[in-house]
């Protein structure tokens, strides 16, 4: 190298070093643990831009990779270490100079057959400054393909969005491999350089994603469709308005619906979420996030489907996905968000909007359908949260199916159009919403609160979780279950093929199980699990220990699910950073501190035990069986949780089929040997008397559940002819009261909506039938095994209640429990 292209160098890279910044997408150089260091490592990059060069030199410095700028040495002969796919232009022409790429490789060819140990390492790197994708501008002028306006432009660039660049680097290539696989032809090189070259623009999509649309051309586009126009039409007839006045009104929907999408919106909040979450958590961790990056460069259309815990959901997924390196979805968000200002910055970070039924409105149905079509067509990302509004109780609600129908209908339509769903846990140790979840669900009355309001308040509040669950492949699924579903495509008159709603509803079961197996266990929600089912809500710190190592345990060596994640810490690690949340109360004792929760703390509890229940339920259930029927029969509880387990499936979307059930059974049942809570002697299973009260907090943990099936069952058994709204209602005053008399401080324990999943159970059980004869054989045998897991006491409060309400059909209250005696 001359002296003046060493001082160019030199001049250029300490500039760069003020002006740039940049940032390893996804974060962390993940694919290095795959380098072989000992071989030579090349790298492959789209253009010869000194800059693009420097800025990859400053990273792979800091990453220990070799210097992109400095020749490899091989065999006495000194070789360029980057190829560049794409020659630059002339300075005053459009037209490129002579690639040299391809003679590059096979030079690197010819080396490996002078020496077959060598083995070379390929490193594709793409290097962008800012991620703004631009606007769609038609008739480009060719004087922006001239070199000189692209230096110019490109300083600009590096200038304004230097601090705000990233950097991809590929899995290495073994060139080894390539040639064992695909010979030693010089058409390998080809090959090579144009795959290269296909890579980068997916990585292009991929990081920027398509060019955003004018907003009136949108407009315009989607009122040309046939079935809109339609729709215009049928409005200007119903409702006696002329074609033109109706087709305002379409305009005014689109404009309340469509996202208004900004990069430098995006950008500006990327550094004010930044600062929130240092300031609000103690990290954010993110998993399984190369499912979504794989199909982002596979060209699917990715639907992210997220529980809804709280409102930092929207703003949390979005800022994890843009780290990843990925495109921020469309997020549909509900219409009540559409106020000033924060409607106006919820569309510029991509939110469209949308009402919450779509009833006697088929104008707005119909455009709703095509805006959301129109995203996938063009090929952005969508986010929506299929619970259709935040979780009260922190267990996932009954999935909505209205925007899921839309997006299948829109596939149907699409032809091979590619989507993905892709369900997504979102925990946190502390959710800033949770008591007014506990107020709503006392009081029935809906609080509004935002996050914003309260950032300046609130500080440390632990550890935030995002998962990304096991995809699903729509057209997979669909060729599984509904073989002939492309007879719908493009069928204007099929909108609604007879198969669409079961299909609809098993998805969107299968969506909300593949959450719950993307849970998180924590510090919070797992102490909480413990705390809550003790007497007086009270423990020692060594008998809190002591079941946190059990559960600990039990979810390790027996895991729910592989995309479930457990802490790695030992209890006294987790233990020590649950009391540093200041979840619980602690009361020094010179013998061992008692850990206890007060009166609201018990009720704010609740919201994250129930984010794990799932987790724990079936050994809870295994635990109570054993500890309520000494030397019960292992073939007698599987039977037992067999009748049992479709009820705690579908109300807290349980992963496991009937088959796999058994074989849980029987592992946790090893487990629970091996711990020394129970003993086997031949095939009776007994509690081990020393480890009686560790066995009783694991069956507690599963004695509300099984109170609202006896309140249930005792209804139905007493008054065979009762219907399910009646059912239902009945139910919770129940378990309202019975919440007083026995001090159960959960607000969900008399929940409507969880009352209402195990009525709809039943029916599809076969407990309850629309003849009004609701007592047969099944139901019989499933009340005599309810009455057996409970506590005697509480048993003849429900029954005593239930004959209650059923001879007197207007009480609204339960006498006190010494009546009840």
């Known amino acids: 190298m001359s002296c003046c292209h060493i001082f160019f160098y030199n001049l250029l890279n300490s500039m760069l070093k003020f002006l740039v910044k940049s940032k390893i997408v996804p974060a962390g150089l993940r694919n290095a643990a795959c380098l072989d260091t000992r071989q030579p490592i090349i790298y492959i990059l789209p253009y010869n831009s000194k800059i693009d060069l420097l800025t990859l030199r400053m990273q792979c410095l800091q990453q220990d990779l070799p210097d992109p700028i400095k020749p490899l040495q091989i065999n006495n002969f000194s070789m360029p270490r980057c190829i560049f796919t794409y020659e630059n232009t002339r300075l005053l022409s459009r037209y490129p100079k002579k690639s040299t790429s391809v003679s590059l490789v096979n030079r690197y060819l010819d080396l490996y057959r002078l020496n077959s140990d060598l083995d070379i390492q390929i490193i594709l790197i793409f290097i962008i400054f800012g991620r703004s994708p631009g606007r769609e501008i038609k008739n480009h002028s060719l004087v922006f393909q001239l070199k000189l306006v692209k230096i110019i432009k490109k300083i600009f660039t590096v200038i304004w969005f230097g601090r705000d660049s990233f950097i991809h680097f590929s899995r290495p290539l073994s060139m080894r491999d390539l040639i064992t696989k695909h010979g030693t032809h010089k058409s390998i090189s080809q090959n090579l350089i144009r795959l290269a070259r296909i890579y980068f623009t997916r990585q292009h999509l991929v990081m920027i994603g398509p060019r955003l649309p004018v907003r009136k051309d949108l407009f315009k586009k989607i009122l040309e469709y046939k079935i809109i126009k339609k729709s215009i039409q049928n409005e200007a007839r119903s409702k006696k308005l002329s074609v033109k006045k109706a087709q305002q009104n379409a305009i005014k929907l689109l404009e309340e619906i469509a996202a208004n999408f900004s990069y430098e919106a995006i950008r500006l909040f990327d550094r004010l979420l930044g600062c929130t979450w240092n300031w609000c958590y103690q990290g954010i961790y993110v998993r399984n996030a190369e499912r979504v990056r794989t199909l982002a460069e596979k060209g699917h259309k990715i639907v992210y489907l997220p529980c809804h815990r709280s409102h930092m959901d929207y703003l949390l997924l979005s800022y994890v996905i843009y780290h990843q390196g990925l495109v921020p979805p469309h997020i549909a968000a509900g219409i009540n968000l559409n106020f000033w200002p924060a409607g106006t910055i919820f569309r510029r970070l991509g939110a469209f909007f949308i009402r919450r039924t779509f009833k006697a409105n088929k104008l707005y149905s119909n455009i709703f359908r095509e805006y959301l079509g129109e995203l996938f067509n063009r090929g952005y990302s969508v986010e929506y949260f299929i619970?259709?509004?935040?979780?009260?109780?922190?267990?996932?609600?009954?999935?909505?199916?209205?925007?899921?129908?839309?997006?299948?209908?829109?596939?149907?339509r699409g032809g091979n159009l590619p989507i993905t769903l892709v369900p997504i846990y979102i925990g946190y140790e502390h959710v800033i919403e949770v008591a007014n979840y506990a107020n709503e669900l006392r009081s029935t009355t809906k609080k509004y609160s935002f996050f914003y309001q309260k950032i300046p308040s609130l500080r440390k509040l632990g550890k935030g979780y995002v998962t990304f669950g096991d995809p699903i492949h729509l057209d997979t699924w669909l060729s599984q279950e509904v073989p002939h579903w492309r007879d719908s495509i493009n069928s204007i008159e099929i909108q609604r093929p007879k198969w669409l709603s079961l299909v609809v509803d098993k998805i969107a079961t299968t969506i909300m199980v593949r959450i719950n197996n993307a849970a998180v266990v924590n510090a919070i929600n797992i102490c909480s699990s413990i705390l809550l089912v003790s007497c007086q809500y009270s423990l020692t710190r060594t008998q809190l220990l002591s079941q946190l190592t059990c559960y600990l345990d039990l979810l390790r060596n027996v895991p729910y699910a592989y995309d479930v994640t457990v802490p790695n810490m030992m209890p006294e690690e987790l233990f020590e950073h649950a009391l540093a949340m200041n979840k619980f109360s602690i009361q020094n004792n010179t013998v061992s501190d008692i850990i206890f929760l007060s009166r609201e703390q018990i009720i704010l509890m609740n919201y994250y035990r129930n984010n794990i229940q799932h987790l724990l339920v079936l050994p809870s259930l295994v635990a109570n069986i054993i500890y309520y029927n000494h030397g019960i029969a292992l073939e007698q509880l599987k039977q037992r949780i067999l009748i049992l387990y479709p009820l705690f499936k579908a109300e807290l979307?349980?992963?496991?089929?009937?088959?796999?059930?058994?074989?849980?059974?029987?592992?946790?049942?090893?487990?629970?040997?091996?711990?020394?809570?129970?003993?086997?002697?031949?095939s009776s299973l007994y509690p081990v008397p020393l480890k009686l009260f560790s066995l009783q907090l694991l069956a507690a943990c599963v004695n509300e559940i099984l109170q609202r099936y006896n309140i249930i069952f005792s209804l139905l058994r007493i008054y065979p002819q009762i219907n399910r709204d009646t059912l239902g209602k009945k139910s919770r005053i129940i378990a309202q009261q019975l919440s007083v008399l026995y001090g159960i401080n959960a607000p969900d324990f008399f929940d409507k909506t969880i009352f209402s999943t195990i009525i709809s159970t039943l029916r599809s059980e076969g407990y309850i039938n629309d003849n009004s004869n609701n007592i047969n054989e099944k139901l019989s045998k499933m009340c005599s095994i309810l009455s057996e897991l409970i506590t005697p006491e509480v048993l003849k409060t429900i029954q005593y209640a239930s004959i209650m309400m059923i001879n007197k059909p207007n009480i609204t209250t339960l006498p006190t429990a010494q009546s009840a005696d």
């Open 387 to 412: 619970e259709g509004g935040r979780s009260r109780t922190g267990r996932l609600l009954e999935p909505k199916t209205g925007i899921l129908t839309m997006t299948i209908q829109t596939m149907l």
């Open 653 to 682: 979307f349980m992963c496991y089929s009937k088959q796999q059930l058994l074989t849980v059974i029987d592992d946790l049942i090893t487990e629970l040997s091996r711990q020394g809570l129970l003993k086997k002697q031949v």
